[in-house]
């Protein structure tokens, strides 16, 4: 009876150290509390399609997708670089597109969305005023894609490392 008592004891214990290094894991890691409910790698047994959004002519993969525990959903995006001192744009962008297209999926417009750098994350609000910008980009992506020459729009030599076109363009920073 006391090697019952004993086990039913470290059961308890371990199960109690189980959890709080998974939720330590998942604080470190910078998903907020709540259920996941898309990841883009899906399972293993499925890959997860990418969300899309008809009224946007739009479509990506968010690295997560967290229900919140007051239902609001929350959509992460991971990036393997140090924070910069304020979120690029292009980020910021890439996290109002992904807000727009969990809102187009799930029909549930996100407050905001999480950056997660390898040693910060930022909150973003998904402000009318940031879906006017990515709205604004949308449509600038494409007129551009109409025309024949396109000025380069950064000054980012890796950028153009890793680019497919850093052969053919005239532009490349190469
Ligand atoms: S190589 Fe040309 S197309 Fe590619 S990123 Fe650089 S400027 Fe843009």
């Given at each position: 009876m006391p090697q019952l008592i004993i086990l039913a004891v470290l059961c308890i214990v371990f199960a109690a150290v189980a959890l709080w290094v998974s939720q330590r894991m998942r604080a470190d890691s910078g998903v907020p509390d709540g259920?996941?409910?898309?990841?883009?790698?899906?399972s293993w047994y499925e890959v997860s399609k990418p969300l899309f959004s008809k009224r946007l002519m739009l479509t990506g993969k968010p690295d997560y997708v967290v229900r919140a525990e007051n239902g609001s959903l929350i959509p992460v995006e991971f990036k393997s670089s140090k924070a910069p001192i304020q979120p690029y744009d292009g980020h910021v962008l890439q996290l109002a597109a992904y807000c727009a297209l969990v809102e187009s999926h799930f029909g549930k417009r996100p407050s905001h969305g999480i950056i997660r750098y390898e040693n910060k994350s930022f909150n973003i609000d998904y402000t009318p005023h940031l879906e006017d910008e990515l709205l604004a980009v949308l449509e600038e992506m494409r007129f551009d894609l109409e025309e024949e020459d396109v000025a380069r729009?950064?000054?980012?030599w890796q950028r153009c490392k890793g680019c497919g076109f850093k052969e053919v363009c005239g532009d490349s920073l190469l």
């Open positions: 259920d996941v409910v898309y990841d883009d790698a899906g729009n950064h000054e980012a």
